[in-house]
């Protein structure tokens, strides 16, 4: 069982940059898969990137060489670097994990229907 809480949620203007963070509990954090997802206002929840356990990484066509995942598998943290934000980043933000199943590809984890621990999400709101 793993438990995640969201933090790093706020009001920025466009341009500017955020970080989230999320804090994991629970034992064997190391061998989980973590990622982001975001849900905006009437809109699916849909997936901003992801992290395997080996450190692989893979993220949406949307956040490319904007935003950035990382883990800290000490401090049971996964973090989201949010930079050059716009206003259609606007959304809350989940934190997401599961046992990372090293035959799957790294596609396997971009579905939110492969995660079955959740946050309770952070809101990020982007003016123009």
């Known amino acids: 069982q793993v438990q995640l809480v969201e933090s790093g949620g706020g009001l920025v203007q466009a341009g500017g940059s955020l970080r989230l963070s999320c804090a994991a509990s629970?034992?064997?954090?190391?061998?989980?898969?973590v990622a982001w997802f975001r849900q905006a206002p009437g809109k699916e929840r849909e997936f901003v990137a992801a992290?395997?356990?080996?450190?692989?990484?893979t993220s949406a066509d949307s956040v490319k060489g904007r935003f950035t995942i990382s883990r800290d598998n000490v401090k049971n943290t996964v973090s989201l670097q949010m930079n050059s934000l716009k206003p259609e980043d606007t959304a809350v933000y989940y934190c997401?994990?599961?046992?990372?199943?090293?035959?799957?590809?790294?596609?396997?984890?971009?579905?939110?229907?492969?995660?079955?621990?959740w946050g309770q999400g952070t809101q990020v709101t982007v003016s123009s």
């Open positions: 997401a994990a599961d046992a990372d199943r090293v035959l799957r590809g790294t596609d396997y984890y971009t579905l939110r229907g492969n995660y079955n621990y």
């Open positions: 629970g034992r064997s954090f190391s061998t989980y898969a």
């Open positions: 992290m395997r356990i080996y450190g692989n990484t």
